[in-house]
């Protein structure tokens, strides 16, 4: 079980709800992965008229925890902004806070996010950061009033996996107690497995499942993989050694060679 | 049988041809002149097996049927010279994707890419070919048929009586999207550009991770940049980032479309059912034609005749039973 802000969660996947081929596939995807928390994008959906219309009637009858998202902010005063549209718009207090310090590698700009995690944690917010691996980033983000936090793997979209295991492994170590997801940078279920085995709580995917060729059946595959890795990390993971071990006794053979 | 039609977009107009060549008498209602809802700002491109990278089979063949169609009723207007497809250096996995995900295409070389169009000479290393592909001028296309239409007598009407119709055929697009009609709006923003300093042939489609955007050139000049898909059914003006992303995707292209001249910016709500396939709908003397998406001219023709076909079926069935 997944605890995340006091709300009590079975499965360990979250999804996106952006570029999927047409909304019945990213219901279906969402089904089939089991999925109870998905994500919106506000900034752009919106665009001027302050309701996205009948798309978001589509995420509302889903019948899973909508986390709307301030993807697409550069500034702290934006994130906010945005953020507080999306809890009158979705009626929730959680909130995906992304912003994002450099356009070509979507990088969040961790001063903005801190300044704004402040602020909307002191204004009833639950925050969900996009953040980096970075551990004195985290503890600002820890102290700002955030109860849950979101590293990257790699850059947004980049289908990289994890390019920085050491990094994550010990984001894992310091903060033994908070609930960390992988956001961001996953393209494939193994790299969802890995993610689970470093003993992270959760993953966050879009572009890996709505890009794929048939996204509800890589919304299934995640879903296992996640739940392999899951279950591999707490059925205690053999530590890898230079040596072979054979796995058949030897001892009683004529020849020890 | 007396056929009211309402509305005159792109589906409107070919359900209204395609009944009145079949001999039904038709009348189109529209408060507004013909073709200027959505399909006002279409790109015209009759690209089924590009649009395969994401839509089903059945768009795919009614896209096929299209050329064919359009090409026959407007003599002239099609033209069949391919699509282009090309990506920036660094998004070229994109363009690998986009030939995993399509089919009835050829890979070319910089040297295939000009003697394509000369105008990209050395801009990029690859590029996928899709030969039979078509493109046309969709607002000359609508006009076309409106008028072709008016001379087989078409009463193009802004009010009309339902009670007056045997069959009330819905094309109305935008309109008819409300809360349990299973259709929405999915928003997109559109440019035109014009320039002397460039030529191209055929439409461009410039992939892009997050923003996959076509170029399609017009006569004396202009080039229709398109197009935004935005979950949203807000009819307002482009917004500054978007006007940004397809000035950047035009320039990307070629950087002369920076000396263009931007004399025209529109936005138009595609009507799409959640499925995102445009359909012939409902029973008895409703009818509807609707969720068109950005299918517009790919699909409207198949669906016309399809509606034709169904209600030259009804009294053989009739018949059939007495």
Redesign the interface.
């Known amino acids: 079980m997944l605890t995340l802000y006091d709300t009590t969660l079975t499965s360990r996947l979250l999804l996106g709800t952006a570029r999927y081929?047409?909304?019945?596939?990213m219901?279906a995807a969402i089904r089939a992965s089991g999925t109870q928390i998905v994500t919106v994008s506000l900034r752009?959906?919106?665009?001027?008229?302050g309701?996205?219309?009948?798309?978001?009637?589509?995420i509302k009858g889903l019948g899973v925890h909508v986390l709307p998202n301030t993807a697409g902010c550069h500034t702290a005063k934006e994130a906010v902004l945005t953020a507080r549209m999306a809890r009158d718009l979705f009626a929730t207090d959680w909130v995906k806070l992304e912003v994002i310090g450099h356009h070509d590698t979507l990088q969040p700009d961790v001063f903005a996010l801190v300044e704004a995690a402040r602020e909307l944690c002191a204004d009833g917010f639950q925050v969900f950061p996009y953040t980096t691996a970075d551990l004195v980033v985290a503890e600002k983000l820890l102290e700002a009033g955030c109860r849950v936090l979101m590293p990257w793997a790699s850059p947004i979209?980049s289908a990289r996996g994890l390019v920085d295991p050491a990094a994550l492994v010990s984001m894992r170590a310091h903060f033994p107690d908070v609930p960390l997801i992988i956001d961001a940078g996953l393209g494939r279920p193994s790299h969802a497995a890995e993610a689970m085995e470093l003993g992270y709580d959760a993953v966050l995917l879009n572009t890996a499942v709505a890009?794929a060729?048939d996204p509800v059946a890589m919304a299934r595959a995640f879903a296992a993989a996640l739940e392999a890795g899951h279950a591999g990390y707490h059925a205690g993971l053999l530590e890898p050694r230079d040596m072979a071990v054979p796995s058949t006794p030897v001892i009683g053979k004529a020849v020890f060679a | 049988m007396n056929i009211l039609i309402k509305g005159a977009g792109v589906a409107g107009l070919t359900a209204a041809f395609a009944l009145t060549r079949r001999g039904y008498s038709v009348t189109l209602l529209d408060p507004n002149a013909p073709g200027m809802g959505a399909s006002h700002y279409a790109g015209g491109m009759l690209a089924p097996w590009c649009e395969g990278e994401t839509a089903p089979q059945v768009v795919i063949e009614a896209g096929i049927e299209a050329i064919g169609w359009w090409d026959e009723v407007l003599p002239g207007l099609v033209e069949r010279k391919g699509t282009l497809v090309v990506a920036p250096a660094r998004d070229q996995s994109e363009l690998e994707r986009f030939a995993r995900r399509t089919t009835r295409h050829q890979w070319l070389d910089e040297a295939a890419i000009a003697e394509l169009e000369p105008a990209l000479a050395g801009r990029f290393r690859r590029g996928l070919f899709f030969a039979d592909e078509a493109h046309l001028d969709p607002r000359a296309a609508l006009a076309g048929l409106a008028d072709a239409m008016l001379r087989m007598g078409v009463r193009l009407v802004a009010q009309a009586d339902e009670g007056d119709f045997a069959r009330i055929i819905d094309c109305t697009g935008r309109s008819a999207i409300k809360r349990g009609s299973g259709l929405r709006g999915v928003r997109g923003e559109m440019l035109y550009l014009k320039t002397y300093e460039i030529a191209l042939s055929r439409p461009v489609r410039l992939l892009h991770p997050r923003i996959p955007l076509y170029v399609v050139p017009r006569d004396n000049g202009r080039f229709m940049v398109g197009a935004t898909m935005i979950e949203s059914e807000h009819d307002g003006p482009v917004s500054a980032r978007s006007l940004m992303e397809l000035l950047n995707a035009a320039y990307a292209l070629h950087p002369a479309f920076g000396e263009a001249e931007v004399i025209e910016t529109g936005t138009g709500i595609r009507p799409a059912y959640a499925d995102n396939i445009p359909r012939l709908a409902g029973s008895g003397r409703h009818l509807s034609i609707n969720g068109l998406y950005r299918h517009g001219f790919l699909m409207a023709p198949a669906l016309a005749e399809e509606l034709a076909d169904r209600l030259q079926a009804e009294p053989q069935r009739r018949s059939a039973i007495a």
Not at chain 1, 44 to 49: F, L
Not at chain 1, 51 to 58: I, L, P, T
């Open positions: 081929p047409s909304p019945a596939i219901e752009r959906e919106t665009a001027g008229g309701r996205g219309g009948q798309f978001f009637e589509v979209g890009g060729a």
